[in-house]
């Protein structure tokens, strides 16, 4: 590879500091204390010049000499133990994503914008005018999923609509000294086509129900290799964040570390941080916008959605991968659920185990899988050909600050996050008349959000409320994306699905403004998604068809 490449901050750092010892001869000579190298300058002088570093190209070609590729030379420096050997950073995705990476870099390097960049930050920095974020609208051009109810997102539609449940008896390991032994657990899952064999034998799976998933978003989006070649990447971004993260990888590096480290995976630590997914997608895409993840446990999604909206909003990306990916169904991620006392124990009945808001319910039931969007600009998708499967509109976030894993008893945050949300979309109550609820089966957290929902569109005689929960657990960090892809397929169908499991309502609880056991027709105005995370994170988003 060139090593004429992207450089680091670290390599662009140094770029500056050997150009300014080349010029110190041409400064004044006041503050001469403030210009005279220190020692730690001179020894980085002396390894990234040469000595007669008077000459500013010699001095710049040492440094590209040093430098190169920054994240390439960091991989090929690790030496990791023989049995994870063999891995270089072109296989990583397939040699097609590299090649059509090195691509782009090569066409940068020609055209002097790398240069430019690492040579001349101030200058690139004034000549780029930030697009107005006037009348930037946002909206869904795409959608990705990975469920236990399928990996498309009108199997899984389907499937809700059909009342079929996810929940089954746990079959990835033996669990049959838990109390709990039930979970919306995905049986069959394949990367083939998406991620490189060598590569995702080492990820973790909430990487890979990260990375499908999104893959399938551009896919659904239309967005091909060939519009892909087009698109400005600098514009593009990956918000994908996880409440849980690599929590099979790092479990597996524990069990390996008490033989031996020289027996841990050397992408044990890469592998188990909840931002990696969001990173190793954007690598294999070439994305330079936006491009980080945020972990709110349960909320995860929604933070990552609205976030990723806002990026665009204030014109600072045009297109953008959102959404929550989870897999914390391991012997730790539901032993430490277990020792929270938060799951459903009705082991002998699983497909019944899932029922919020019925007076019977025993907690919530664990899922797995991932969500993403496909967030657009809006005359970004139309000047493509896209088509937009809605709007989205806003949303907010709000703080409990009451318990870890408690609703604040009065509900008072999620009613604030509601308002907050209606009034940064600018959409009136009564035109709310869908709402997916977070109601996870939870002997309190389901009756405090209805409280809430009651008190800000109770008046609302079109109001139809359900839980995706019921049919696919909750899925954690991936439980607000997967269900914003729900909200938007009941505005693409004009259906939304019913609530399972709800024979005996709790006291308290309107079964009037609740969907029945069956699918129902429904035209909507304004949807609303819930999410709320132990922390006492709420956040919520507003979707509508586009007009």
């Avoid at 500091?17 to 503050?31: E, F, K, Q």
């Amino acid at each position: 590879m060139p090593t004429s490449t992207v450089t680091s901050p670290f390599c662009t750092w140094l770029v500056a500091a050997c150009m300014s010892a080349s010029s110190d001869r041409d400064l004044p000579a006041t503050n001469s204390m403030l210009n005279r190298p220190t020692t730690r300058k001179r020894r980085i002088l002396a390894k990234c010049a040469p000595a007669d570093h008077r000459s500013r190209t010699s001095s710049s070609s040492s440094i590209s000499a040093l430098c190169g590729s920054s994240f390439q030379g960091l991989i090929s420096s690790l030496e990791p133990c023989h049995e994870f050997s063999g891995i270089g950073i072109t296989s990583l995705f397939g040699s097609r994503s590299v090649t059509s990476i090195r691509k782009h870099r090569r066409a940068a390097v020609h055209s002097g914008e790398t240069t430019a960049v690492a040579l001349h930050p101030a200058e690139e920095i004034t000549n780029i005018k930030k697009p107005s974020t006037k009348q930037r609208r946002v909206v869904v051009t795409g959608l990705g999923v990975v469920s236990p109810l399928g990996h498309e997102p009108d199997v899984l539609y389907n499937n809700l609509l059909e009342g079929v449940s996810g929940i089954s008896e746990i079959e990835t390991f033996d669990c049959t000294q838990f109390p709990t032994r039930i979970a919306g657990e995905i049986k069959e899952f394949s990367t083939d086509g998406w991620i490189a064999p060598k590569i995702s034998k080492r990820m973790d799976k909430f990487m890979l129900y990260m990375m499908t998933a999104g893959k399938k978003a551009l896919l659904d989006g239309r967005l091909t290799d060939d519009v892909m070649e087009k698109l400005d990447k600098t514009r593009c971004g990956v918000l994908i964040g996880s409440g849980m993260g690599g929590m099979k990888v790092f479990y597996d590096a524990i069990d390996a570390l008490r033989v031996s480290y020289k027996k841990m995976n050397p992408f044990c630590v890469p592998f188990a941080t909840t931002n990696m997914g969001s990173a190793m997608l954007a690598m294999d895409l070439g994305w330079m916008g936006p491009n980080y993840s945020i972990s709110t446990a349960c909320a995860t999604g929604n933070f990552c959605i609205l976030n990723a909206a806002n990026h665009i909003i204030r014109g600072e990306a045009d297109v953008m991968l959102s959404g929550g990916s989870d897999a914390a169904i391991i012997p730790i991620g539901l032993g430490g659920f277990v020792a929270c006392r938060a799951l459903s124990q009705r082991n002998s009945d699983p497909t019944r185990a899932s029922r919020p808001w019925d007076s019977n319910r025993d907690g919530f039931v664990m899922g797995e899988g991932a969500g993403v969007l496909l967030l657009e600009e809006l005359e970004h998708a139309k000047n493509r050909g896209a088509t937009i499967y809605a709007e989205f509109l806003g949303g907010s976030f709000t703080s409990d600050a009451y318990h870890m894993t408690e609703p604040h008893p009065e509900g008072v945050g999620v009613t604030l996050c509601i308002e907050k949300a209606l009034k940064d979309s600018g959409v009136s109550r009564e035109d709310v008349n869908y709402i997916n609820a977070h109601a996870t089966s939870t002997p309190a957290g389901d009756i405090k959000e209805f409280q809430a929902l009651m008190r800000c569109f109770g008046k609302n005689p079109e109001l139809r409320v359900n839980s995706t929960k019921s049919m696919i657990g909750h899925l954690l960090g991936a439980a607000g994306a997967v269900e914003a892809v729900a909200t938007v397929q009941a505005i693409r169908t004009g259906w939304v699905h019913p609530n399972i499991n709800l024979e005996d309502p709790d006291e308290g609880v309107d079964t009037k403004v609740l969907v029945g056991p069956k699918k129902e027709r429904l035209e909507i105005k304004t949807a609303l998604s819930n999410s709320f995370g132990f922390g006492g994170h709420n956040s919520c988003i507003l979707f509508a068809p586009y007009k």
